[in-house]
Structures are given as C-alpha cells and as structure tokens.
C-alpha cells in the first residue's frame, strides 16, 4: 500500500465527483482533498469510521498526500490519529507503520463522513445548499446546549 497516497472508497467515488466545483458542475469544494478532508471531519464529529472496502482507481484516483500538506490538512490528519489511538508517538516518523496507521484512520473516517453526507444529501438539488444547512443545525445546537437553563437543578 502506498502510504503517499489518500484512498476514496469505490462506492462513494461518485458522489466525491460530485461535490467538487468542476466544469458543468457547481459543487461546494474545490478539490477531492477538501471534499475528503470535510467527511473526515464529520465522520470524526458522529464518531462514524467505516473500513473503505474497494478502492476507486479512476476518478478520484488515490490522491497524493503532499495535496493535503499543502493545502495545511496534515495537523488535523495528525490530531485525529492521536485522538483515535490515545498514543502521540503515532506522529513518530521513526515507524513506517505509523504513516501507515495515520492514514487508515483519516481515509476510514473520511469514508464514515461520506456516508452521512450520501444519506444527508440524497434528492438534494443544491449540495451547497444543503451543506449549509447541516453546518448551521451543528451551530444552532452548540449555541441552544450552553444557553438552556435546566430547571431539573431544582428538583
């Protein structure tokens, strides 16, 4: 396995396609690397990590990591290895296992967000619509959580 590379998985290679702002398209995201790194997110958000199974070879192609670097992806890659294993040696570049493990936690949780996002965004017109909505439910329910006042305190 190439450990340079960010894997999509085959049955949500369409859908990657999809929310990337290209010709006769209007996708909210510029590249697959902003597209993979925002299900990465989510899924880390519902705590969803889905193994890939098998792996799109055509569009997206495994996407290169020095995309991800480059576009200053690689700390949140790194944050969610340590918070998933626990272990900060796992940004140890001593291992070559340790790349290999780093990745494999992004592309499975990348996987689990474009899961949610399949589901989410089924018979949507407007992805960045949608989109848009999903963020603004997040916001609206971190705002309401620390502005209740709970009466059960007087109980």
């Known amino acids: 396995m190439p450990v340079n590379r960010v894997r999509v998985a085959k049955d949500k290679a369409e859908l990657v396609k999809e929310l990337v702002d290209s010709q006769g398209t209007t996708g909210p995201f510029q590249t697959y690397a902003d597209v993979v790194m925002f299900a990465a997110a989510l ?7 889905q193994p890939l199974g098998t792996i799109s070879t055509k569009e997206p192609a495994p996407i290169g990591l020095e ?3 480059s576009r200053g992806y690689d700390m949140p890659i790194k944050l969610l290895a340590i918070a998933e294993t626990g272990n900060p040696k796992i940004l140890s570049s001593f291992y070559p296992e340790n790349d290999e493990q780093r990745l494999q936690i992004f592309e499975e949780y990348a996987n689990g967000g474009l899961e949610i996002l399949r589901d989410e965004l089924r018979g949507a017109v407007d992805y960045t619509e949608r989109i848009l909505l999903i963020l603004s439910q997040e916001r609206f329910k971190e705002q309401s959580s620390e ?3 709970d009466l059960s305190r007087f109980l």
Do not use: Q
Request: charged share 45%; aromatic share 24%.
């Open 67 to 69: 995309i991800f670097i």
């Open 147 to 149: 502005e209740e006042f």
């Open 43 to 49: 899924g880390a958000k519902w705590k969803k990590r």
